[in-house]
C-alpha cells in the first residue's frame, strides 16, 4: 500500500484525482507556464508517490462569462481525492449570501455523489482579505466561513487562501507575459502565488 500524508493509495495502486476550480482553481491562469500552476505542481507531486488517473466533467461558464459553483455537472464518479476551487466569482458577482451557499452546496453534494469515499479538500475564495475593490472584509470572511461550513458538512477539510492574496509579491508585478497569452494582472496569481497555493494545500494534506 503507498499512503503519502493524508492520502491512500487504492489497492488497485493507480490514485484517481479530479480537480474543480475556476481559473485560479483549475486552469493555471497568469503562471508563466502551465507546468507552474498549483494543479500541476501537485500532479507532479502526487505522481511522484505512484500511478494517478486524472477526473473529468462538463464546465460551461454563468452569464457573465464566469466559472462560478453551478459551473459543473457530469462530475466523473470514483475518485480518491478531488480538489474544489471555487466561489471567486461569486464574490466578485456580488452573490446574496444564501445562493452563495446554496451554490457551494449544490456543487459539493455532486461530488459527494460522484465519488462517496473522497478525501474532498475545498478551498476558498482568491480574495483579499479586506474585499479590494469588490467587497469588504466583512463579507469576504462570511463567505470563506460558508465555504467552509460547507466542506465540512460534506466530510471535507478547508483550506483558505485570502492571507496567500494579501501579499503582493504572489500578484505583482504586472505586465510579466503568461501562459495562454495572458500577462499578470495583479488579481491572479503569478509563479509565487501558484507555488503558495500549492504549499499551502501539501502541507495540509502532509504531503
Not at 461558464?61 to 471555487?86: K, P, Y
Not at 466561489?87 to 466578485?92: A, E, F, P, Q
Not at 495562454?180 to 509563479?191: A, C, I, Q, V
Request: one cysteine or more.
Amino acid at each position: 500500500m503507498t499512503q503519502a500524508g493524508k492520502i491512500i493509495w487504492p489497492d488497485s495502486g493507480t490514485l484517481r484525482v479530479n480537480f474543480l476550480g475556476d481559473s485560479v482553481g483549475y486552469r493555471g491562469s497568469f503562471a508563466s507556464a502551465l507546468g507552474n500552476s498549483w494543479r500541476y505542481l501537485m500532479r507532479a507531486r502526487l505522481e511522484s508517490f505512484a500511478p494517478v488517473t486524472y477526473g473529468t466533467c462538463t464546465h460551461i461558464h454563468n452569464a457573465n462569462g464566469n466559472t462560478v459553483f453551478t459551473s459543473f455537472s457530469n462530475v466523473s464518479g470514483g475518485e480518491d481525492v478531488t480538489f474544489v476551487m471555487l466561489g471567486t466569482n461569486n464574490v466578485r458577482e456580488g452573490q446574496e449570501y444564501s445562493a452563495f451557499y446554496s451554490d457551494c452546496a449544490y456543487m459539493l453534494d455532486q461530488v459527494r455523489t460522484a465519488a462517496p469515499d473522497a478525501l474532498l479538500v475545498v478551498g476558498g475564495v482568491w480574495m483579499p482579505s479586506d474585499g479590494g475593490t469588490w467587497t469588504d472584509c466583512r463579507r469576504v470572511a462570511h463567505y470563506d466561513a460558508l465555504i467552509a461550513e460547507q466542506a465540512h458538512q460534506h466530510d471535507g477539510m478547508y483550506v483558505p487562501f485570502t492571507d496567500l492574496f494579501d501579499c503582493d509579491s504572489n500578484r505583482h508585478p504586472t505586465g510579466v507575459p503568461a501562459f495562454g497569452e495572458y500577462t499578470t494582472d495583479g488579481f491572479h496569481p503569478n509563479d509565487a502565488g501558484h507555488r503558495a497555493i500549492y504549499d499551502r494545500y501539501r502541507i495540509a494534506l502532509g504531503l
